[in-house]
């Protein structure tokens, strides 16, 4: 469930309002248990999420760093080729 949450700190550009909501999204969800709550539980999953985006935004606005702010391309690339090395090139479907 997690595995969509990603670094969101020092990214240029920033992060943008949808990102920091879909990763406060996916921690309620791992937190809860749950990925869509009942009707009872509806009121304060979301009220959570929203607290959570708000928190996330307040903590980046306030981070400082040194580093130089990061590409997220070259931060995907790289990503993509950790994954490769550790499950294998994925195999071409060839009919």
């Known amino acids: ?3 969509n949450i990603r670094v969101l700190n020092n ?3 920033p992060a943008t309002e949808d990102e920091i909501g879909a990763a406060a999204l996916q921690y309620v969800r791992k937190v809860s248990g749950t990925t ?3 009707a009872a539980n509806e009121a304060a999953f979301d009220e959570a999420v929203r607290v959570i985006t708000a928190a996330t ?3 980046l606005d ?3 760093t040194k580093a ?4 997220r391309e070259v931060e995907a690339a790289k990503a ?3 994954a490769a ?7 071409t479907a060839s009919n």
């Open 1 to 3: 469930m997690c595995r």
């Open 11 to 13: 990214f240029e550009p």
């Open 36 to 38: 869509r709550p009942s």
């Open 57 to 59: 935004r307040t903590l």
């Open 62 to 64: 306030g981070l400082v």
């Open 68 to 71: 130089p702010r990061r590409d």
């Open 80 to 82: 993509k080729a950790r």
């Open 85 to 91: 090395e550790r499950y294998g090139p994925r195999a």
